[in-house]
């Protein structure tokens, strides 16, 4: 079992950028695929980004795609999210999520951890 903590949250400017981590617990975390999640309020939890065990594959949002980079060390056991360009729509809460797929998913139904989330602000 993994444990995950989000942080980095924040309020920012539309155009700025923040970093989210997502550290674990464990000594397994090589060895899971991992995603990142938003939800807004009143809105259904959506997919951001996804990255395979070792990094070698990454898949993104389309909302997201060329804004945002997902990577991950597996020796610090710690996923990242680097937000750059934010907009107003990117405000929500942030999730991270983990499990052994051995592929990478942009499903939240295929990930049985889930941190606690991460509150992002972007103001217009």
């Known amino acids: 079992q993994v444990q995950l903590v989000e942080s980095g949250g924040g309020l920012v400017q539309a155009g700025g950028s923040l970093r989210l981590a997502c550290a674990s617990s464990?000594?397994?975390?090589?060895?899971?695929?991992l995603g990142w999640f938003r939800q807004a309020p009143g809105k259904e939890r959506q997919f951001v980004a996804t990255?395979?065990?070792?990094?070698?594959?990454?898949h993104y949002a389309d909302s997201v795609k060329g804004r945002f980079t997902i990577s991950r060390d597996n020796a610090k056991s710690t996923l990242y999210l680097q937000m750059n360009s934010l907009k107003a729509e990117d405000t929500a809460v942030y999730y991270c999520?983990?499990?052994?797929?051995?592929?990478?998913?942009?499903?939240?139904?295929?990930?049985?951890?889930w941190g606690q989330g991460t509150q992002v602000t972007v103001s217009s």
């Open positions: 999520a983990a499990d052994l797929l051995g592929y990478y998913s942009d499903s939240q139904r295929g990930y049985s951890y």
């Open positions: 990255i395979t065990e070792r990094g070698g594959t990454t």
């Open positions: 464990g000594d397994t975390f090589s060895m899971y695929t």
